[in-house]
């Protein structure tokens, strides 16, 4: 099938969510004859099978590679058809529509219409095989890392980023090169080292509007690593001073951005602004049908009452998140901790025991699908340290058994959390302690966790400041 480029026409394409409109050769124009050579000999067809298509001696085929001979439209068409080459740019004022194609290869891959991503990429992946600007070759490369990333293949995306020398590329490419960078990281939950990337993404984005234009998304991704690093007024400082107003708050992107300002609303103890959005998100939620933002919408408010101490509203939200999540995910667990908590809180113990019992089946690695392997001992330990609370908090009659709940929590389980950035739980746990020591009358141990609680404040006040 001819290329409907090659008859001279203008061809519509949507790009940058508008209508662009390509102007093609009506003339007889010259091949770029290194470009044709390249794509050549990377389909494996000899120049003798070439001039067979083309109708013409194999000295006239040379000249047209070599960029000698004029061709027409009908010709250029012939030449794309036997190379594949219906969507590559053969002459020079066919590049501004190639790059075009690129940023919409990049949208479907934004958008996760994977199938019609890779179609495209069949399509346009010749380019890495021809003589042209360099700087489309590179951009080329972050969106096919960009589409493997997507793919969950982080060890391809990886192994070919570190094969790029971001000195060399240009400052659109070097963009992509350290968003694609911060993406791995922070699926790899590195996120002090992914906010390292998405900055220097951001600032490279400010030299050239077009950029952040096209991709105002950098803003949430920065947000999402401060907010997993229980770093709230970061997270919400960076989104309210971004460019908010360049995205739809009503698609399920906007509806992301409301639940993350919502959570870290709440650990700042700012309730009447986060109830504000979490029954914005909740009634999206609802609209949409979707199970996985109604568990989290009902989640957030339940976090909320649990922050404001109302445990009997926050027991009543958990138990009804609980009901919408994937049985054993890392949502899941991360609910019924809460839930537990919120048991423990007000004294009922009989129901935290049995709550606690059944989820050990989760917990188990060969039982639960679940869960990634990497988030196993986190949960082990999340668990355990509850039954380690109920003895505290009840006062258990076995004082060897609470001294032992102390050394746990106080040892192991504040020493964990805090460094994987469970700042939250470990505020709360460092509570329960110096409620203890200080009834114990052990004031120096109740100085010492007093002074862990003020350190994790200070971080979370001053991250990243001189």
């Known amino acids: 099938m001819s290329n409907p480029l090659a008859k001279g026409r203008e ?3 949507v790009a940058h969510d508008k209508d662009v409109i390509i102007r093609t050769h009506n003339n007889d124009v010259l091949l770029y004859g290194d470009r044709l050579r390249l794509l050549r000999e990377s389909k494996n067809v000899t120049q003798q099978e070439l001039a067979l298509t083309l109708g013409v001696g194999i000295d006239e085929a040379k000249q047209v590679e070599r960029g000698m001979t004029m061709c027409s439209a009908e010709r250029i068409a012939i030449i794309r058809n036997a190379l594949d080459a219906e969507f590559l740019p053969l002459t020079d004022d066919e590049i501004p529509a190639f790059r075009e194609r690129l940023y919409i290869w990049r949208d479907m891959i934004r958008n996760r219409k994977i ?3 890779t179609e495209l990429q069949g399509k346009i992946a010749g380019i890495v095989d021809l003589d042209v600007d360099f700087g489309l070759i590179s951009l080329y490369r972050m969106f096919e890392i960009t589409l493997l990333i ?6 391809e995306a990886t192994m070919k980023l570190d094969s790029i020398d971001k000195a060399s590329i240009d400052t659109e490419s070097q963009y992509y090169y350290f968003r694609n960078k911060g993406t791995i990281n922070i699926l790899a ?3 002090e080292d992914a906010l390292m990337y998405f900055s220097q993404a951001l600032e490279i984005g400010k030299s050239d509007e077009r950029i952040l234009k096209d991709d105002d998304s950098i803003y949430f991704n920065i947000a999402l690593c401060y907010h997993n690093l229980h770093l709230p007024n970061h997270a919400i400082k960076f989104l309210e001073d971004s460019d908010k107003e360049r995205t739809d708050r009503t698609t399920t992107f906007g509806w992301h951005i409301d639940s993350i300002l919502a959570v870290n609303y709440i650990r700042i103890r700012q309730l009447s602004k986060s109830e504000v959005l979490l029954q914005k998100c909740l009634t999206y939620a609802e609209a949409s049908g979707d199970k996985f933002l109604i568990a989290i919408a009902l989640h957030n408010y339940g976090f909320m009452h649990h922050t404001a101490e109302n445990w009997l509203l926050a027991i009543s939200y958990y138990s009804r998140a609980s009901e919408f999540y994937v049985q054993g995910s890392a949502t899941h667990l991360a609910n019924l901790y809460q839930l537990c908590r919120c048991h423990i809180e007000v004294g009922e113990f009989t129901k935290s025991a049995q709550l606690l019992s059944s989820v050990e089946e989760y917990l188990v690695p060969e039982r639960n699908s679940c869960l990634p392997e990497d988030k196993f001992s986190l949960y082990q330990l999340f668990f355990k340290s509850l039954h380690s609370l109920i003895l505290i908090i009840r006062k258990d009659v076995d004082l060897d058994k609470v001294c032992r709940a102390v050394e746990y929590i106080e040892k192991t389980a504040i020493v964990y959390l805090s460094s994987v950035y469970e700042y939250t739980c470990v505020l709360d746990y460092c509570e329960v302690l110096v409620e203890f020591f200080t009834e114990a009358q052990e004031y ?16 979370m006040l001053y991250y990243g400041r001189n």
Do not use: H, N, P, W
């Not at 997507?150 to 060890?155: K, R, T």
């Not at 120096?444 to 971080?459: C, S, V």
């Open 444 to 459: 120096e141990k109740t100085i010492a966790i007093k002074d862990i609680a003020m350190d994790l404040y200070r971080k």
């Open 115 to 117: 199938d019609e991503a």
């Open 189 to 191: 939950d590195k996120y």
């Open 150 to 155: 997507v793919q969950g293949d982080f060890g």
């Open 11 to 13: 061809s519509i394409i």
